[in-house]
């Protein structure tokens, strides 16, 4: 349940019914907006307390969202969420372009792909330290080392990076190092031990829709990460898995509009392991700001048959410049630009 | 397996060659392009007949398909197809806006819909006589009083008209009233009868993937087309089944850069039937063209509420003129740019 | 809306309340069972007579179907459908095994299967004289030549015939040469115009769920049977299509309990198409007998590298029996037994 | 790689040839059973030595696995793979039977249950201490009190335990209960961080296939457990997730024989997990026997309405016994029996 308030509700008003709440045994959440009050219910209140609030002079709203979803509920916030990672702001008016190389492969290698990034217009660096891999044997990422090196390759060139955590036991090393982002890979978007302690560390989370995570799924997994401390989330869809062969997967840009109505999040799009060739990323790029996304996450490589991991679906530095340009044209297409 | 000839091949040679092989049991098929001599091989070559191919002095590349895809397959022709029906060019450098009702609900009202479609700037009036409903006792279409409405409305307003057919019986009615495309539903993808009886009338064809088509399925049927008597088919992309509720299908625009190197037929996208929620369309049909589609088709009506069957998915004309207008500017993003 | 009389209304009574049904415009369907009264209402019924059924004496219960199923619901039989075809019955206490190659490939050959599948202990006989081909160029079968070599070993053997008709044009055929039971296949589904054709010849059908056809499509689809003539309906699983690449199809044995509380048809099984290896079959054909299944349908040849079509899932002579006499053990162990 | 000697190679040279394979920078696993020598090598040997593995006179055989599955490919052992669970055999001759609540809800609830289950002859007891749950405010399980409560029954009623653990850190707390078997849950199946900490306790483990996992990648998260120091690993489908919205999931049973030649793993069935309805349990707990399933897993409850979770999928205990005594008829017509 979801309070909305009536504007002219004074902090005092709404502290003291907040207080009720709480000592009717009702936990609650503030939205951290400035103007309207907004509070969610994380318990079912009392009966007669349910009553009164249905019929109360201060409230002007309560929205009862289906199933459990509140902190992440569109009617949570008054504004969608902008998310601010290392200075760049996410679900603001202007659309991110997150790039850099599947796996983080060296010091001189991050340096040169970072200044590809940097100078193609890009927004973040993204680089894996540790690798979610299907088999035990693959490349599994060269671990808090590779976290360094992102980050160093990251502020030489002014970008601040985004990398994936697999194990609570790593965010000492993703903290010390600054990683100003933390992925959730699609494998573990229900891992809910993983959830709550990366929620735990109030960095922002870039939250992967699991390989066959319902959209209902997926939110509850952004509302563990707001429950236990993290409001600051950025979905991220990368392709679902269908009985389609012919591609890796299939990227649901279907839902994007969707979410606009259910979640004030932001949402970004990965096409690239949805198709997983390189030269059909960009034509899903464009669909994707077209369809109303914050942003992409590509992967880019200079030499992308060198790759120890994904080469096949890594844009060339080039590659990236030209898609940047087109988002920049598609984007005020629809009234945005790219961010700074 | 296809033979591109050498564009000094004289078409004596050509000929010459094309005899020997039909003399030898094996089928062709002559590309209908101008230029560079195309034949594709229905039938396997004798052994010695294939090896002499394969060094043949006149046959530049002997290009052999995995399956049994040929008249469809890109290399069979050199430029993309275009297909012309009623004067519109789909697959041209023109993006094409088909709109119209869902079914033809009468002549008043298609003379409106007609109209609001012509001033919007749509390029095809669409419209269901034959309607195919998953229930006997759902409205089943007006029949051919509905396909006389509808091509009287769209020669009024100047637009060439698509309607579904779902019985090789009603082809004299489509023909008699000059329906300038038939359209075969999702469900008739695989209705290799209806494929058959429909190539044979030889006219273009709009073939919508089935509702869990594969691509491969999905070239398979427009290869029966093609092979049955008729090169003019349009591929439609409507979204597939996949384990998503939260919208009615998936829309699969990741195949549509795929499919630009596995075929020379055009690719539309109906955005309508996968998101089944009219404000969600707008967004899709624009990823659609962003992506490459040669065009979108959605559907129309004036009062939604009071629509026969689909009513929530139909736009408002005002909303159509608004997409066109969005349309027009993204196709340009692309290079291309509406059809006239 | 479906209504179930008291078990002592009278003939006369039943008759009076549908005569009045009918002259208010709204289309009543009778089910054939002896005994109990059972009348579905195929149209809405005004409103005070709708309030009038809802509470008339003669009316023991009033069952409002979510949608439109009515003539296959559960309710509109007290016992579960009994199909006879050429003296076999399907639904009864008997669980069948229909047997035969997937290809009928000529005279000779159909006698040696034939001969086999009886004194393997089968009940029908099946096998394809017009077969639905994913590509143009693949053998389609010998049409009515085939129809008439799978009689003449059916009669031979004394074995019931069950063929796939893909056009309503080729019923006087499957009619003249007096196949008992006509077979729907998955690709057709959901092709109406087929469905009507089929029904009006009044023969029991087999219709097979599509490759991705939801349970509440299948059953409309045996709706439109029912609805246009025919209520010997047999439902097949066939395998669905999913995300799962390692087997052809998914056998979907879960909705087995489902459907039998949601309609009085019988429900066999055809694991050969899912799983496509033959090795595979008997553990599904027997795990389908544990779910309740009325019966299988497999392939048989006695040389499957020799058959024109699907030889990988075609079981031995040999297997066939050794799978039959494991079916009647089990059936038995569900309280049934193989039928005579 | 996998080599399977020769029987008549010694220890000593079957040794040296590791001592080989090692010093050149591949490591090996030797099968654990008595017999054969079987050597998989985990890195690829150099090409040299590849080619004198090839044709070496002590390797009868050099299996060479599609992609990296080695530990848990059927060629690592002669025989399938019996896991001991405190005291149980699972894959032995004997179905087993797992049962027990889905959560662990009280230690008087828990004694109950478990003089259930064994009276109705269940041989392992299930239970729920830490729960994943796809809301944050649903029930999250009684945590280590859960483990003490599901033991203690256990040891009570004479039966092995087996509980589902989340998080490597409470490792200890599942070791120091002394909990027979270690769940990994399906949304956990590429949990490879948490797969890698259970493997390392040494203790069987029940690894559950993913919502949307495929046999491939099921397989290679078994393999982790292996790889990484457990052997004795149970697989257990427990339905996948499709298009069909009639029931929860599809229980895909489709794979069982193909996973008898893929693996020497044992393979168990949680049939209520696909259907989420209790009535539908018992025929599907059926078919997986009758396909050759070595066991089953059901929740049961005596009041399923005061169920903290799952309740409307978990069997009455009179239920469970009467599905006890079918699988032990259906058992026996496989040639098996249940365990004793």
Same sequence: chains 1, 2, 3, 4.
């Avoid at 009617?75 to 996410?90: D, K, M, N, W, Y």
């Avoid at 939250?207 to 997926?218: D, I, N, Q, S, Y």
Wanted: with cysteine; hydrophobic share 45%; glycine share 10%.
């Amino acid at each position: 349940m979801i309070l909305r308030f009536r504007l002219d509700a004074t902090e005092e008003q709404v502290e003291e019914l907040v207080q009720r709440l709480e000592g009717a045994g009702c936990r609650t959440r503030r939205s951290p907006e400035p103007g309207r009050a907004i509070v969610a219910l994380l318990d079912r209140p009392p009966a007669a307390l349910a009553a009164e609030l249905a019929r109360h002079p201060l409230v002007e709203e309560v929205v009862a969202p289906k199933g459990d979803l509140r902190l992440v509920h569109r009617s949570f916030h008054e504004q969608p969420t902008v998310v601010r990672a290392g200075g760049l702001e996410i679900g603001g008016p202007g659309v991110v372009v997150i790039a850099g190389p599947c796996s983080v492969e060296g010091r001189d290698f991050m340096d040169e792909v970072a200044g590809h990034c940097a100078r193609a217009g890009a927004h973040m660096l993204r680089g894996g330290a540790y690798k979610p891999r299907t088999s035990p044997y693959s490349f599994q990422g060269f671990g808090v080392e590779g976290l360094a090196q992102l980050k160093d390759a990251g502020e030489r060139h002014g970008l601040p990076v985004v990398s994936e955590i697999m194990d609570g036991a790593h965010l000492p090393a993703f903290l010390d190092h600054d990683v100003d982002c933390l992925q959730i890979g699609a494998r573990n978007m229900q891992n809910f031990t993983l959830l709550k302690a990366v929620a735990a560390a109030g960095r922002p989370v870039l939250l992967k829709r699991g390989l066959a995570g319902t959209v209902e799924e997926w939110l509850y997994s952004a509302e563990y990460l707001c429950a236990f401390g993290c409001p600051q989330v950025i979905l991220c869809e990368r392709g679902i898995r269908t009985y389609e062969p012919a591609t890796r997967n299939t990227l649901d840009l279907t839902i994007l509009p969707l979410l606009r109505e259910l979640t004030h999040l932001p949402v970004i799009v990965d096409p690239a392991h949805a198709v997983g060739v390189a030269r059909f990323i960009p034509p899903l790029a464009r669909a994707a700001v077209a369809a109303g996304a914050d942003g992409i996450t590509v992967e880019v490589h200079p030499r992308p048959e060198e790759a120890r991991s994904d080469g096949p679906q890594a844009l060339l530095p080039g590659e990236l410049a030209g898609l940047v340009a087109d988002l920049r044209v598609l984007a005020a297409v629809g009234g945005r630009g790219l961010a700074d």
